[in-house]
């Protein structure tokens, strides 16, 4: 059977690809600290030896539209296509082709059916930053198979915060049930409090800084009940316009465990919004 | 209220970098070209499909047609596609990095929660 070897919950700022490259004048003054804690993180990843990445994000009206829209959706293609014209034109991100793990996408769907769950399917799916961030930021080398899962924290009426943790518990319990040897490694990425759009945007800080710091806490002590009884689809206006992106952060906790607390957690507090990065061994330690 | 057919124009017109152009130098001709030709467009249906029936309200065509972000945001247009658009128009007026987004804030500085319903 497969072996879940980390599960990695990330925030996905579209903007780090261009802060790390950016050189001179043009540099700006956050970009070598942020650059080390991504090299810090990134290791946690390389260090568990993964053959094959779980890639879990949401697509920001991209390819998925409102004339057709899933609340969860798992790629099942040999190849995905990434990014989009106006991620390139805002954030300079990059053309990029992933090769795609399609039996493990058949299995998931497979069994994640027969598990409760209506899960959409796409054969032809172009990704969009928040799974490319990850790959920029955790494996640019871009050399392993993925299976790309998109929730819908974007379009509501979205699922409730509970459905998403279930999902994450599910997502775990199938990965485990594969029948191939290899290493697999779950990588979720979401935000904490963030606007978009709103008067609260673009700010010194994330939008609600209280709120970042519980969240840190929830997800570094695996703290779903906790986080559970605080956040619904109502709470999380309150933070920022955008943060029901948290609820991917929800799907990893479900991935990583209740109770368990994330090995290696990392922050870092920039204009905008804050990153966090979190990394479970699920067997204690890389191995 | 057609919260989603104002949501599909930004959206149509942000995918579209001559479409970004022309909004921003003539948007009341885009906008009734748009309203005229491609707003009953299905995405995935061929041309001979399209939906008979859609169409803005007053509101909604003054404000697209005005440009109008803050009105956008208060009639409940999906807050992240008007930003991307709005931003692909007019960041480049700006002389400071993030100056556009952090105008754009002001401008709707009124605004108080709970926002607008987003949902379509």
Redesign the interface.
Known sequence: MADVVAVIASTHHPFYYSASTATGADRPPFADEWVRKVLAFRETLTAARPDVLVMIGSDHFHQLWLDNMPQFLIGKAPYYDATFHNEEREFGLPRMLLRGQEDLSAHLLRDGLDAGFDLAFSNELRIDHSIICPILTLRPQNDLPIVPIYTNIFAPPLPRPQRFVQLGRTVRRLIESWPADLRVAVIGTGHLSLELGGPRQFGPHGPDPEFDRKAVEWISSGDIEGCLGEVTLDSLHAPGNATHGFMDFMVMMGVAGDGQKADYVDTYDLFHTMEAYFTWYPRGGAR | MSK?LV??FL?TV??D?ALVERYRTDPAGTVTWWETEQANR???CADGESSTWQRFTSAERAALTGHDYPAL?ELGA???????LF??LFERDYAEP?GF??D???R????????PD???
């Open positions: 989603y949501n599909k959206y942000d995918r970098p299905i995405l995935n945001f999906h807050p992240f596609l008007t930003l991307t931003i692909a993030l987004q952090r754009y804030a002001r709707i500085g009124h605004m108080s929660l709970p926002y987003i949902a379509t």
